[in-house]
């Protein structure tokens, strides 16, 4: 019956109206005209409140039952975590899964969990987990929280991201650190020799990118075309120094894909510069991006002598150490590879591959094999042609050089 009568149109009602008005019909039936339309619309509007009602009532019902779900979710979940123990998988699924062995995580985790703020009823462990687990194969978080060796969601998986991240930042960062004594300058320099033949050398310096999603584009310090590389994608622009055993020794990923001046405002370059008088006979290796510097030597653009190629060759063999070092880097940490792309704020990406640089010098320095199954990801070499500054340390830096090749 109701909707039948919704049926109708009060605009119908308003039409007898203005018919009886026109025909002079008896006005006590224009009165009953009037008064029922009235009615009508009174009965309209609270059948558009029903109506309105039902809906809310439909979304009320809605929402209960998805919570209900999220609710059955998160027990399910927990019972998988209960039961579940990735330190039983196989070494080798082990490895393959969180790219560290069993012995060195564990201790890992134990030298960890006491700076663990978090506050979450997940174990500590299992955070861990799946952060190595994100780490290794750059898969999504709802990916990561679904495999049923974790089970979390991907709400848990993403703060675990982020405090798991800053711990191994704040606690192990001093697995990367630059040659400064004596001692570490002298096994760098012999490092190199011993393997490359190359005198002087305490380290390959070189940047990559890592691969970004669109950062905001409403701040106006760091306007979005910054971050637009010359190859057509939004990354951060790392600038990293590695010795002969491809350990990093400074990381640097503080800049957005489109700046080429990273060397200029370098830590690595202000200590250098500030230590030259004492250590004179140290220096690193750059490709031609770099300017040629007392402290930076790069390739020869022309050699024009046997000595001059001979140098060349040398050069370009303990230079690619760093290029090896980003490979490994990235065929051991997918998610920093250039098929993945970190969905996270620069200050987040920046975290997390600063993160990565740090386990991958304790997995070599532990003595795990770089290729365990894993490709190596070659870095490509960036066709940029020699720069020739006239600046105060450029006469100096060609002087430095020639003495270098005239000694070879």
Known sequence: MLEKIQKLKCSQFSQISATCESSHHNSKIFVFVLVFSNIWKQMCKYLRAITIMEELFFVCAAIIEEQGESVSRRKILKSLRDTSDPFTMQDTSFINTFRFPKSLCKVLID???????QKSNIPFTLR??????????????????????????QSSVSRALHFVSKIIVDVKGCEIYFPSSAQDVSDTKRGFYMKFGIKGTIGAIDCTHIGIVSPPST?????????MNRKGFYSLNVEAVCDHRLLFTAVNMRYPGSDSGIWTTSPTHLHLISTYNIQSDS???????????????????EPVNAREVRYNKLHAKARNTIERAFGVLKSRFRCLSKHRILHYSPEKAAMIIY??????NILLKHGVAADLGFEEVLEESQDIDEIVIENPNFREGARVRECHIMSL
């Open 355 to 360: 993160a990565c640089t740090i386990l991958h």
């Open 128 to 153: 861990f987990l799946a952060c190595l687990y994100f780490y290794g194969h750059g898969s999504y978080q709802k990916c990561v929280g679904n495999s049923y060796i974790l089970s979390m969601s």
């Open 283 to 301: 220096w690193l290796l750059g490709d031609q991006g770099y300017p040629l510097e007392p402290w930076l030597l790069t390739p020869v653009a």
């Open 111 to 117: 030298e960890l969990v006491p700076h663990d703020v």
């Open 219 to 227: 701040d106006a310090a760091t306007p979005l075309s910054l971050f």
